[in-house]
């Protein structure tokens, strides 16, 4: 078998236009849907991403800017910087870009993400907004996941039903994916560091999310054969080649469905980034 390779890219383009669309009905209204990023530091990545975040908010008439900081930034700047945007009815989604600098602590930054204006929350990292999807009733969901929802629904996969494994439980990935496959009524294994004979439970899965951050993973052996496999990870390899978390070549002998690294998961957490914006800018105009 040969795995049907999802193009994440065009995909991207089509939520894109979708976003689009509701982004100009709410300028006929008035509305300017607004996001700011709050950047921090001289992480090449995160420039990289919030770049790429800004292009697509100006494609789909998205007003967009960025606040940037050195790396020496206080938490009390950041803390006053989201005061202000929360309390500016122009910004209807803040972004706080991670990782944060050095000098911010892991407590500092959770902080940081708790002080975001709910309402305002268009990455879903809030803790309220984490417990709206566990009680089935989503305000903001995570963009990485939504969009892996959304790349299993243009594959024609339906959760209902299946064996899905989620391998890395981290709360912006691992956990709300687990919760939207939940919520589409798969029968759900998270996998982290700590699971026992990692091979043989994704062996079982129908739908296989890899969300660890480990080169090349998940091999072609560890898959069902026609089973949809949605790769998250970005990682560089020995060579310092961009791959994902599961083996390219082998799996998708295996596969029946699989996204590709780049341009598969990457594009759709910025397409559903902009969707968030929308969203938040649409509710806050009633
Ligand atoms: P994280 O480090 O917070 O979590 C990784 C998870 O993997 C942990 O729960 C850990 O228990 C698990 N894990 C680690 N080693 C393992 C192993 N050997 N076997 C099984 N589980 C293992 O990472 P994250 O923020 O969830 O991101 C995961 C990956 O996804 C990273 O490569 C990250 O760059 C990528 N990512 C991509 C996008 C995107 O838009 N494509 C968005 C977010 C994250």
Redesign the pocket.
């Known amino acids: 078998m040969s795995a049907t390779i999802l193009d994440g890219r065009a995909i991207a383009l089509k939520v894109r236009a979708e976003v689009a669309q509701r982004a100009q009905a709410l300028r006929a209204r008035g509305i300017v849907p607004g996001l700011v990023v709050i950047l921090a530091g001289d992480d090449p990545a995160s420039a990289v991403y919030v770049r790429s975040k800004g292009r697509a908010a100006e494609a789909c008439g998205i007003a967009a800017r960025t606040v940037r900081f050195g790396a020496d930034v206080s938490f009390a700047t950041l803390q006053a910087t989201v005061a202000e945007l929360n309390a500016d009815p122009a910004v209807h989604g803040i972004l706080i870009q991670l990782p944060l600098p050095p000098g911010v602590s892991a407590e500092q930054t959770t902080a940081l993400l708790e002080q975001v204006d709910p309402a305002k929350d268009v990455d879903g990292f809030h803790p309220q907004s984490l417990g709206h999807l566990v009680a089935g009733e989503p305000t903001f969901v995570a963009?990485?996941p939504s969009?892996c929802m959304r790349l299993l629904a243009e594959a024609g996969v339906d959760p209902q039903g299946k064996r899905a494994v989620v391998?890395?439980?981290?709360?912006?990935?691992?956990k709300p994916m687990a919760l939207l496959l939940l919520q589409a009524h798969a029968t759900v294994t998270v996998?982290?560091?700590?699971?026992q004979d990692?091979p043989a439970v994704v062996r079982d899965a129908d739908i296989v999310i890899?969300?660890?951050?480990?080169a090349r993973?998940v091999k072609g052996d560890w898959i069902k054969p026609g089973a949809a496999v949605i790769d998250?990870?970005?990682?560089r390899d020995g060579e310092g080649k961009l791959c994902?978390?599961v083996d390219f070549e082998s799996v998708a002998l295996v596969a029946g469905v699989l996204t590709p690294?780049p341009r598969?998961?990457?594009p759709?957490?910025?397409a559903y980034l902009m969707h968030n914006v929308c969203l938040a800018a649409a509710r806050a105009a009633g």
């Open positions: 963009c990485t969009g391998i890395g439980r981290s709360t912006i990935v691992g996998c982290h560091s700590r699971t990692l890899a969300a660890v951050g480990r993973l998250v990870g970005i990682n994902g978390d690294v598969g998961v990457g759709m957490t910025i």
